[in-house]
């Protein structure tokens, strides 16, 4: 067990490295120069412009830049942005209120994808399962932004349940909207996978053995049915954690939340190189731990599985 | 009393009881139907049967006759659409057919336990074996502490020299008070000096499991060692008081034959072989004390030696609990050795029924007559017995057996010299040795049979001279030539000519091909014709196994498990190979369905001068087909004679174990 999990803090070095690179090498083949951009319509002034590039190491070579990025973030250092805050500070404001917008959608996708995913799966057939079915379809055809503005239009907007738009250091009714919309394409994705695995297992010779010792029906359901029908479920929902991180982007936009997705955007505008590998090297690392945190919880969900 | 006349008189009383109470289970009439694609279609049609108490019935037939949906009926556990449409099926005079959910809840369990038949695929993999036996106690509300005996168990018990006094006599031993007892009787053991103490403690910590014997039962045991029954009845008070919900566990799953139970109750299920597994279901089917036990074919998945000890014990539990088992079988030299009456069951409907050997001797329907004709089991018996009566044997034999001088004169085909295989097991440092130095050889037009339980390694064997697997040690010899050495092209050649048959005829055909395709593809890869002479090829083959030529465009999914053997069977001969290996090819297939396989694979042999090496665990089977055996045990070769000898003088005790455990050894069968 020891052995496994340093093994797999190990690969995570290699894991790192290798997103860093790659992000740092796109960011480097940006059209457009982000030093000349600095000056907007005015013409550029060569020698700050110089001044500038040799500040922030856009003047050497890109590999070397790649270089001294790491060494300066082993440091802790992760520099300055264009506009002169350290990026820890900028990293520092944007990840709390994503983390809470990604929180919130989960606990959302996780309790309602599994609530209509067991009455579906227990009712499969049945007028409630179609229901469920058709509208889980709905959500997943339809595009974040689309079910977004629907929902920001009609609960903001027209009839001003829910605020529009969620403004510096938002609480828990202004992120409750866009939390919902991050969460439901998920949620949808959940009630289905749920759904399957109920009525596979519902059919399992193991669920007919506790039938037949005399168990209750909503005995055989939860110790037989759900138990084992939860297990891909929770691991879904964990690796989900990162991809709610990640898919924050466009929901932050529509919402205008100043979390990670926002900064982040800006800065590929910007062609800021070293806050857009800081922040996706950070979201590289959740994704990560979120997996080996998973890879875990398998283990002790499913008394088959063990690692050495 | 003698002991014979002990037995006697109980089976008397026992009948007595039966006829008088009347029976246990009565299923009268009783009609099911599935749906499907919009249609009802009849599954069971005017079944009727009795159980007894205390009586073996079973059912037989084949898959498909209806014999376990009659018995998941009364469990009123019908899968998908099934639906119990007419008839009655009454429990003690209570009609269940009818009952709600709520109301067979309380039936199921306490009065009518099941023992499945796939032990792999009925423990729930995610909780301990333990859990999984309480949650059959907890259920049904029983009282861990003590023994819940039926009427005929009391009837059973009162006839030994013991009689139950109260119902504190019914108290289990608890695991903690064990050590205690355990000195206390060796104390009074020694003080009355009529038993040898270590030998009377000897059975006493065999027989004293706790959560298992009760209080009269430790009384019992001091009585016969020569204690007084004052004192006797003393100790047993003094420290038999009941178990807690561990012990009885423990106690259930040491009744079922587990050894080391309290560990074992902390495992789960993948921690268990097939045979375990099937112990701890037994334990759970008859946690609660059940008046009927259902056993639907318990012991089909696993190996005869298992299969053996496996019933026996589920017999002597049955016997001493006094639970009426309906048991349901395809193999009726099995069901007549268990089962007092038997039930034949064809297409849904009871085609015969009557007192075992009555079913056996003198089959009336057309259909028994066929089944006793094809139960491996049955067949060696008929061998046997005929050759004691001095009769020809031979045809009762599926296959004429060559006579040593012609198995002296034929060349090898296939010879392996010295072959090894070692295995490296996780976290072990040492190899495991899967083959030991394993010899024989296969002569050409005859079959040699590799018989061992599962583990002993006769399937790596096969492996390993397909070469699918290599050896780590020792020849594969072709046609007098190692087959380590083959050029690419001569592995071609090999392939050609050396063709396997596997055991599950459901894995070994790809889904996605339809049949013209999958007997095709050998063709086609070998390059052998073109496309027209591919296809009239193929409608050859389809006509020498008997299928008709419409199948062509069929797909595995729409075939019998017997259907898609034979399309296996036409696939390894489309290339004329020389030799074919069968790796459990009539393992998995019911017994009539195995009958025409075997007749099949025989008189192939006789047509093309095939060989084969026929890898089982069944002797039965064996003993039809094959003219040499092999005998393999842990990897190593134990017995390797000709079939006579080996079925009429087997050298070594592990030949014997296994035939022993060929069911209906013992039965007596009127030649006709």
């Known amino acids: 067990m020891g052995k496994y999990l340093l093994r797999r803090i190990l690969q995570m070095i290699p894991v790192v490295l290798g997103t860093t690179l790659l992000i740092y090498a796109l960011v480097f083949a940006l059209p457009g120069d982000p030093v000349a951009a600095m000056f907007g319509d005015k013409p550029v002034n060569q020698a700050v412009a110089a001044q500038i590039r040799s500040e922030y190491n856009l003047d050497k070579p890109f590999i070397v830049q790649y270089f001294l990025f790491l060494k300066n973030a082993l440091t802790l250092n992760f520099g300055n942005t264009f506009a002169g805050q350290p990026v820890i500070s900028v990293i520092g404001r944007a990840f709390p209120v994503t983390i809470r917008l990604a929180l919130m959608a989960f606990v959302f996708e996780a309790i309602f994808g599994v609530l209509f995913g067991i009455i579906s799966g227990l009712n499969k057939g049945k007028w409630s399962d179609q229901i469920i079915l058709i509208l889980s379809l709905l959500l997943i055809s339809i595009p974040t932004f689309v079910t977004g503005f629907v929902m920001q239009f009609f609960f903001g907007v027209k009839w001003h349940i829910l605020p529009a738009t969620a403004g510096v250091d938002p609480g828990f009714i202004d992120l409750l909207m866009p939390a919902i919309v991050l969460g439901s394409v998920s949620m949808a994705s959940i009630i289905r996978l749920t759904r399957t695995e109920i009525s596979t297992n519902i059919s399992e010779d193991y669920v007919r053995t506790a039938r037949a010792k005399g168990m209750s029906n909503f005995q055989v359901t939860v110790r037989h049915i759900l138990r084992n029908s939860l297990i891909p479920v929770v691991t879904y929902l964990g690796a989900d954690i990162g991809a709610l991180m990640g898919g924050a982007m466009i929901t932050e936009r529509i919402f205008n939340i100043q979390g990670v997705g926002n900064t982040l955007y800006q800065a590929i505008l910007r062609g800021e190189g070293t806050l857009v590998v800081s922040i996706v090297t950070i979201m590289v690392m959740i994704f990560v731990v979120c997996s080996l945190v998973v890879d875990l919880l398998y283990a002790v969900l499913d008394p088959r599985i063990r690692y050495a | ?672």
């Open chain 2, 1 to 672: 009393m003698s002991e014979q006349t002990q037995v006697e008189s109980l089976q008397a009383q026992l009948a007595e009881k039966q006829i008088a109470n009347g029976p246990l289970l009565e299923v009268k009439d009783l009609k099911v139907d599935f749906r499907a694609d919009g249609r009802d279609v009849h599954a069971v049609r005017d079944a009727s049967f009795n159980v007894y108490p205390g009586q073996w019935v079973a059912i037989v037939g084949e898959s498909g006759s209806g014999k376990s949906t009659s018995a998941m009926s009364v469990l009123g556990l019908l899968p998908g659409t099934g639906k119990v449409v007419g008839g009655s099926i009454k429990l003690h005079g209570k009609e269940l057919a009818g009952l709600n959910s709520k109301e067979y809840e309380q039936i199921r369990g306490q009065q009518i336990g099941l023992v499945p038949q796939d032990p792999m695929s009925n423990l729930n993999p995610v909780w301990r074996i333990g859990t999984q036996v309480k949650e059959a106690l907890v259920a049904n509300h029983m009282d861990v502490s003590r023994e819940k005996r039926s009427q005929l168990a009391k009837m059973l018990a009162s006839s030994e020299d013991v009689t139950l006094k109260s119902q504190d006599d019914e108290l289990f031993i608890a695991s903690t008070d064990l050590p205690g007892l355990l000195d206390a009787a060796r104390e009074a053991v020694v003080k009355a000096g009529k038993a040898d103490p270590a030998k009377a403690m000897e059975s006493f910590h065999k027989e004293w499991e706790p959560g298992s014997e009760t209080r009269w039962g430790v009384a019992k045991g001091l009585i016969r060692a020569g204690v007084s029954d004052d004192e006797a009845w003393a100790i047993a008070k003094q420290y038999v008081k009941g178990s807690d919900m561990n012990d009885r566990i423990a106690g259930l799953l040491a009744e079922a034959g587990l050894p080391d139970a309290a560990t074992r109750a902390r495992q789960y299920p993948h921690e268990f072989s097939g045979g375990m597994r099937q112990r701890a279901l037994i334990a759970i089917g008859l946690a609660s004390r059940p008046d009927l036990l259902i056993a639907d074919e318990p012991t089909s998945a696993l190996d005869v030696t298992v299969q053996k000890k496996i019933l026996d014990h589920l017999q002597g539990l049955t016997d001493s609990l006094g639970t009426a088992v309906l048991f349901i079988t395809h193999d009726l030299g099995l069901a007549a050795e268990r089962a007092q009456h038997i039930v034949v069951m064809y297409k849904g409907q009871v085609v015969e029924s009557g007192p075992s050997l009555e079913v056996l001797q003198h089959p009336q329907h057309p259909y028994t007559k066929r089944l006793v004709n094809a139960a491996p089991s049955l067949a060696s018996q008929r061998i046997i017995s005929a050759k004691a009566h001095g009769h020809d044997a031979e045809k009762y034999m599926e296959h004429q057996v060559k006579g040593e001088q012609v198995l002296e004169k034929s060349e090898h085909i296939i010879s392996v010299e010295h072959l090894t295989r070692e295995f490296k097991l996780p976290r072990k440092k040492e190899m495991f040795k899967a083959v030991d130095d394993v010899s024989f050889s296969i002569k050409r037009g005859t079959t040699l049979a590799i018989v061992g339980e599962s583990g002993s390694g006769k399937s790596t064997v096969a492996n390993m001279v397909l070469h699918l697997l290599k050896p780590s040690s020792g020849k594969v010899i072709y046609e007098g030539k190692d087959t380590a050495g083959f050029s690419s092209r001569e592995m071609l050649d090999f392939r050609r000519h050396v063709q396997p048959v596997f055991q599950n005829p459901y894995g070994s055909l790809d889904p996605m091909y339809s049949i013209y395709r999958s007997i095709e593809e050998p063709l086609r890869i070998h390059g052998i014709g073109n496309k027209n002479t591919r296809r009239a090829r193929v409608k050859e083959l389809l006509e020498m196994v008997e299928m008709p030529s419409s199948v062509m465009g069929r797909y595995p999914n729409e075939l019998s498990g017997g259907q898609r053997q034979r399309i296996a069977i036409a696939r390894a001969m489309a290339l004329n190979p020389d030799v074919i290996i069968c790796d459990e090819a009539v393992s998995a297939l019911d017994v009539l369905v195995q009958d025409q396989v075997l007749q099949l694979l025989n008189d192939l042999q006789a047509e093309q001068g095939l060989s084969y090496l026929f890898i089982t665990h069944d002797l039965a089977v064996v003993r039809q087909i094959a003219d040499e055996v092999v005998v393999m045990q842990h990897g190593k070769l134990v017995e390797h004679a000709t079939t006579d000898q080996v079925f009429d003088h087997p050298q070594q005790q592990y030949t014997r174990d296994l035939l022993e455990a060929i069911p209906g050894g013992k039965l007596s069968l009127g030649i006709d």
